[in-house]
Structures are given as C-alpha cells and as structure tokens.
C-alpha cells in the first residue's frame, strides 16, 4: 500500500504560480513512477506529468510543457510539481499518482482555481 497526501492548491490570477506537493508513505516504491493528473469540472481526468523514483527521467503533457517541473525529493519522499504562468484552462482538481509493480494509487486530490 502506498499514501499519497497533496498540498498547495489554492487560487491564483493568470500568470501566476503555484506549487503543489505529494507525500508518499508506505511500502517500497524506489521503482514507481510518479505522477500528476488533472481533472476539470465536466471533463475527463487527463495526464500532466509523470517522474520516475528512481532515475528522475521526467514527461509531460505538451499543454504544460515549458510551463510546469515535476521533481521528487527521494530522502523526504515527496513529488512536486511547480506550475508557472498559469492560465484558466489550468484550473482543475489536482492528483497525485503513484504506479508500480501492477499498483496504481491515487491521492484526495488538490484545487487549483486560475482566474482570468
């Protein structure tokens, strides 16, 4: 069983920045990959960016590309994802993601409201 835990949501105008955390907890996941997902209101849930544990190659989505960084800090076991200029088609509920080894986990999720 893994735990995810996110932070840092909140609101911000068009622009701007925000940066979101992921806790990671429980059993061994040095060979996940490690990711955030999005998902706005009537729409379906969509990639934005994933980094794997143990090599910290990275991937992203190309609406995000340039604007967002995905890191992890494999001593504090925590994900981030620092998003720059911000836009409103960047608003949406937030979720971390942890897959491996045939698991996939999912955090609660975060709000990120881009207003214009």
């Known amino acids: 069983q893994v735990q995810l835990v996110e932070s840092g949501g909140g609101s911000v105008q068009t622009g701007g920045s925000l940066s979101l955390s992921c806790a990671v907890s429980?059993?061994?996941?040095?060979?996940?990959?490690m990711g955030w997902f999005r998902k706005a209101q009537g729409k379906e849930r969509e990639f934005v960016a994933v980094?794997?544990?143990?090599?910290?190659?990275?991937n992203y989505a190309d609406s995000v590309k340039g604007r967002f960084t995905i890191s992890r800090d494999t001593v504090a076991n925590m994900v981030y994802l620092q998003m720059n200029s911000l836009k409103p088609e960047d608003t949406a509920a937030y979720y971390c993601?942890?897959?491996?080894?045939?698991?996939?986990?999912w955090g609660q999720g975060t709000q990120v409201t881009v207003s214009s």
């Open positions: 980094i794997s544990w143990s090599g910290g190659t990275t």
């Open positions: 993601n942890a897959r491996g080894m045939g698991y996939d986990y």
């Open positions: 429980g059993r061994d996941f040095s060979s996940y990959v």
